[in-house]
T-cell receptor
Framework: GENVEQHPSTLSVQEGDSAVIKCTYS??????FPWYKQELGKRPQLIID?????GEKKDQRIAVTLNKTAKHFSLHITETQPEDSAVYFC????????????FGTGTRLLVSP | DTGVSQNPRHKITKRGQNVTFRCDPI?????LYWYRQTLGQGPEFLTY????????KSRLLSDRFSAERPKGSFSTLEIQRTEQGDSAMYLC?????????????FGSGTRLTVV
């Protein structure tokens, strides 16, 4: 089955810096890659996603890149703000299947003012 | 709030007791998923319903776990003879069948503590 690895587990940056979180997946059948933000005690919230027919997607300060050959994808956050502090999870899924999400282990991002 | 509703929000139980959680999905969503999230980890898939049919179960779902969705609306997850290792956040998600996994909406979860 699918296995998703995520690095780093913790990331501390200064406000205004960029943050990059990387994930690798194992199943070449996976074709959908979302990123979720989870604040303490709250539900995971989808912040951006990418499908396997696209190499890069951007939404304001966040972007995701996908390298299908290497089976890795990354989340990029520019101009970080304290409110970006949270745990971020990458995930992989197969749109053609029953759409189970396989999550990475999470990255705790701390943005210091 | 018309999102996915989970009850209770918190549950503390003694080891060996049975517990039941409820999930009310968004009304027009016919897909329903249960995930378990332990501290410091990402959510792990437990089971999936398409309407009232349970179509997929993870190996994580031992014989002590049972899930139902009797009328294709709300779902319940029961854990029998709870163990300390069952302590986790139990998340429910729903999605419409005409959307891909980008259609997921998660509930706020039920946090179970087994003492």
């Amino acid at each position: 089955g699918e296995n998703v690895e995520q690095h780093p587990s913790t990331l501390s940056v200064q406000e205004g810096d960029s943050a990059v979180i990387k994930c690798t997946y194992s199943d070449s059948a996976s074709n959908y890659f979302p990123w979720y933000k989870q604040e303490l005690g709250k539900r995971p919230q989808l912040i951006i996603d990418i499908r396997s027919n696209v190499g890069e997607k951007k939404d304001q300060r966040i972007a995701v890149t996908l390298n299908k050959t290497a089976k890795h994808f990354s989340l990029h956050i520019t101009e970080t703000q304290p409110e970006d502090s949270a745990v971020y999870f990458c995930a992989a899924s197969n749109v053609g299947g029953f759409q189970k999400l396989v999550f990475g282990t999470g990255t705790r991002l701390l943005v210091s003012p | 709030d018309t999102g996915v509703s989970q009850n209770p929000r918190h549950k503390i139980t003694k080891r060996g007791q049975n517990v039941t959680f409820r999930c009310d999905p968004i009304s027009e969503h016919n897909r329903l998923y249960w995930y378990r999230q332990t501290l410091g980890q990402g959510p792990e898939f437990l089971t999936y319903f398409q309407n009232e049919a349970q179509l997929e179960k993870s190996r994580l779902l031992s014989d002590r776990f049972s899930a139902e969705r009797p009328k294709g609306s709300f779902s319940t997850l029961e854990i029998q003879r709870t163990e300390q290792g069952d302590s986790a956040m139990y998340l429910c998600a729903s999605s419409p069948s005409d959307r891909g996994p980008d259609g997921y909406t998660f509930g706020s979860g039920t946090r179970l503590t087994v003492v």
